[in-house]
């Protein structure tokens, strides 16, 4: 009678495990207290584990049956290369068998590779009408795509209030990119009433996201107190997260901060790094040098080694800062007298007199043995 | 964009009386290639169908085509090879022998991985369902499938297929087996097949 009850699962996921079917104790329990399982599917199992042979292997069959989560899986396994050769025209393949099975997942990276023209010819009418139907199916990047093609107004129709409305949806499923985007339009006022607040809120949750651009958004915000309290601390701070993301923008901005010592402390060194940084990708900035003239040359000097390195640390700097502080308690004594050190080695004697000296001038490069 | 006819030779053909119905059949509307199969033949009786059938159909502006063996088709001079057993080894050779003049394809598809592995081997299409006998139910879908995502042309092969029901599938090519051979006039039911295949959109 159980196994009547467990064999349809098991042909449903498309393989036979007999030990399974014999059943046990454990197994008859485990069903009496959580009802019947649900199938296993044994081939996103083996991805999940890093298996993607196996899970090939296994998600085949399955696929030419035209199970659509298994030739999602396989277009997966394909599109990112993961243990066969990457593979854009299958991936593309089996992409659109699932999304003709009605997966909207495969729908949406269909349309992404027909938006970029990768394993198939470029095109974004194609692309749209794959973004729309994996938006209708509720998936949440595909209305993120969607809502910018309505702004964009070329491959459908130019409606910015379908746009905020479809922004929105997704910007409420956490997407990051929709948070800021959605909380700009809310800034703008653009398909909807504007409303700063709102608009401040999400731009703060993208930045809480990682997203370097509403970081700066967010920062400039804070510092001009629109829509949110003013605080040029945590204006600082953010622009300091954003630079290092290597955002220009939060580069040049935090080395004006750190210049004039507003909202952070002062520090013309540190100012000088982001400067360099920020003109590397491009920006200069006359006021920005104006604020750094009167910088030492030692400082500048150091500002410019550690941009170079950035964002890893100089070696001239790094053998003085790693050497590790030993703390707690003594090491146990040596059992030969005659291998012990003569005196006792402090790792790094002169942690407190060396970065005063570095800072007000001197001898920094130099280093005595 | 009209898909073009691919016609297939009759399983068995009476030797004697074949070349020339061929050849009526041919006179008619243009057709993009011509399949010689090979049916019950021995190799010297293909042989000699093949030679026959080369000379006839690219006097008519007909690519001819030979079932599997490249090098009888680079012998007689044939265009290229439809390669339907041997697998991935077997389409590598055909294309090793015969490319770049000639032309290879692929037939006897199995399953949607075969298609797209063979498919990847530099072929000039890939033909779904079966040179002739009863429709493969599985095959306009796949050849749907295949023509709406895959850059290299797909054949849709229906024995059975009825002039109405031509527009289906999208696939560049339409290959006519029996549905030619078993009327009544093979040459007016080809031309039937040619006027439904420019009405497709």
Redesign the interface.
Known sequence: MRDARLLPALAFAGMALPALAQGNVADQISDSVFGPRAPTDYAYGAYQRGYFLTALELA?PR??QGDAAAQTLIAEIYARGLGVAQ?A??A???Y??AS?NGDRLATFELGMLYQDGVG??RNRQRAAELFTASAEAGYIPAKYNLALLHVEGVYADPNLTRAAELMKEAADAELPEALYDYGAMLLEGAGLAPDIEQGADYIRRAAEAGLADAQVDYATLLYLGQGVERDIEAAASWYGVAAGQGNVVAQNRYAKLLAVGEGVTLDLEEAAMWRALARRQGLTDPDLDRLLVSIPAEALERAEERARFWPSTPPSIETVATVPTVVGPVLPSPTDADNAPTQVVDPNPATEDAPKTETTGGSAETQDP | MAPQLYLITPENPQLEQFPRQLMGVLSGPEIAALLVRRGALDDAGYAALAERAIQIGQAAGAAVLLEDDGELARRLGADGVHVTSGGTKAIRDAIALLKPDGIVGVGNIRSRHDAMSFGELDVDYVMFGPLGGTTDPAAAELATWWAETFEVPAIHSDPQIQTASLDLTGAEFIALSDCIWSASDPASALSAFDKAARTVA
Do not use: F, S
Request: charged share 20%; aromatic share 8%; proline share 7%.
């Open positions: 085949l696929a030419e593979n025209e299958r593309a393949g089996w659109q068998l003709n198939v010819p």
